[in-house]
């Protein structure tokens, strides 16, 4: 096991992609060596190491730059259970360092030209762009403060390439009209209800036009799910474009797991075309929770943060992750997974609030069960700051039995409390139990200050909605004109 990581495996290094020099090469063996050794080190050729308590961050199975998932405890990772979550180890040790605050900063994706090449090169080359020996003899003269301000921008110019240009500052969404009616229901202040549909498995559209049709009149926008728990259906994209079809508004999800910088960036664009203005950002389901057999499970190449930021980019800048400029950029209303039971509260609070300064301008969260739970997770966020800069709606779904109870409670980033899973084993009609649970849950959410909506996720059970809407007292306001 390597010396300084949490990460209780070896995982093998990358290998450059091209031929390198001799010194290079031998460069390369003594880093890869020592680093691996001591931080389990896989040569990405964009270490991070400085900015995450010196464990790398590679070592996640997702090899998330800026983790954790949803799906964290701080028992261990949910895709691998012999191994704990690295990136709650490495907010873990921040904190004990007085680093946590680092973890602010959104990082960049790999740059695969790089991986398999050595830091220590890159190290050295901007050395001597600051002058070598007599900058550094310079920077010993300086006083304490400005040295300290010289060597984090000189570490961050190298970890931060003028591509990405990631910090740590919020970037709103400049003053513009709404785009789409879930955004201007938000902005005006009403309480928004959304629904999740289930993309069908199979290319018949019948059955999702069906639920579009029942669902229509009674919620403000439908989310279609993008390949959840890795299983193939039907396309989010297709499925959107069928709702405008039939006159519900959509939210696309796209999940960061089935695509590339590139496929991320053109599927949006063609979206925006065909009117989507909603989208949801995920990281996604790791493939080991889809059906055999599994396909390739190595590291993603953008995690939902990074895609959230490229999105804001190429809406508010007019150009792709490469720089080069786009003529009309999308209209997006950009959305983010919360994640109220995933890591602790403070924890998941910091990742919020990345998401929420990366881009994010509305929240759903995952199922809330433990209301005392997701009361904690709101004043976390409150005491960073970051209620009332980003909508909330809140998750729920009605169990439809004690054994579905068990079984949510087995989801990552889900908690069912033993009580409500005893009421369920009792209840003589456990489906109507659920509902009337899933109701105390509304009327208790719908009051907390911070919740600007609520978002039912009744999975093969769509029916069950309206009669949610109505008897939580959600019926719709009549649209803005």
């Known amino acids: 096991m390597p010396g300084l990581t949490p990460g209780r495996r070896w ?52 090899g998330l730059r800026n983790g954790p998932c949803g799906g964290s405890t701080p028992e261990h990772c949910y895709v691998d259970p012999t ?28 740059d695969w030209e790089k991986v398999g090449t050595d830091t220590w090169m890159d190290v050295y080359r901007a050395w001597r762009q600051q002058g070598g020996v007599q900058g550094t003899l310079r920077w010993l003269r300086a006083p304490a403060r400005q040295r300290g301000e010289a060597w984090e921008k000189f570490f961050k110019d190298i970890r931060q390439p003028d591509w ?33 549909i289930a ?27 993008d390949n959840p728990s890795a299983t193939p259906r039907m396309s989010s994209l297709a499925c959107s474009l069928l709702a405008l079809q039939h006159g519900l508004e959509p939210v696309m999800q796209i999940a960061a797991r089935d695509r590339t910088r590139m496929g991320v960036q053109a599927e ?14 995920l990281t996604g389901d790791h493939s080991r929770l889809g059906p055999m057999p599994h396909g390739r499970m190595d590291i993603w190449d953008i995690d939902s943060i990074q895609m959230i930021w490229i999105l804001r980019r190429m809406r508010d800048e007019c150009h792709f992750l490469d720089a080069r400029e786009m003529k009309c950029g999308p209209e997006l209303f950009i959305g983010a997974a919360g ?44 005491k ?19 054994k579905a109870a068990h079984i949510m409670n087995e989801v990552p980033g889900v908690k069912v409390p033993p009580p409500l899973i005893e009421r369920m084993e009792q209840a003589k009609d456990q489906k109507e139990e659920g509902v ?39 019926g719709r306001a009549p649209a803005a004109t």
Request: glycine fraction near 8%.
């Open 436 to 474: 009337q649970i899933a109701l105390e849950i509304v009327d208790r959410v719908k009051r907390l200050p911070g919740v600007n909506g609520l978002h039912f996720m009744a999975v093969g059970w769509e029916s069950i909605v309206p009669r949610l809407v109505k008897e939580a007292g959600l």
């Open 11 to 62: 995982q093998p290094a990358y290998l450059p992609f091209h031929d390198e020099p001799l010194f290079d090469r031998a460069v390369e063996a003594v880093e890869r060596t020592s680093k691996g050794l001591l931080f389990g080190c896989r040569m990405c050729g964009n270490c991070l190491l400085q900015e995450t308590a010196f464990i790398c961050p590679m070592e996640c199975p997702k």
């Open 384 to 402: 960073r700051g970051v209620l009332g800069s980003v909508f909330i709606l809140a998750g729920v779904a009605p169990m439809r039995s004690a």
């Open 164 to 196: 990405w240009a990631g910090d740590a500052e919020p970037h709103p969404a400049p003053k513009h009209l709404p785009v789409s009616n879930l955004e201007d229901r938000l902005t005006s202040g009403q309480f928004v209800v959304t629904a999740e």
């Open 199 to 225: 993309p069908p498995l199979g290319a018949s559209p019948d059955d999702v036009i069906k639920k579009i049709n029942m669902l229509r009149d009674h919620i403000d926008a439908a989310n279609f799910t």
């Open 339 to 382: 994640s109220p039971y995933a890591a602790a509260d403070r924890f998941q609070a910091m990742r919020e609030q990345k998401k929420v300064n990366a881009g994010a301008q509305f929240f759903q969260t995952n199922l809330v069960y433990d209301v005392e739970g997701f009361e904690r997770w709101l004043a976390a966020l409150d």
């Open 83 to 110: 191994r704990p979550c690295i990136w709650y180890k490495i907010y873990e040790r921040a904190e004990k360092l007085g680093r946590a605050e680092r973890l602010m900063e959104v990082l960049p994706p790999l």
């Open 268 to 281: 949006v664009l063609g979206a925006s075309a065909l009117g989507i203005r909603n989208v949801l950002c």
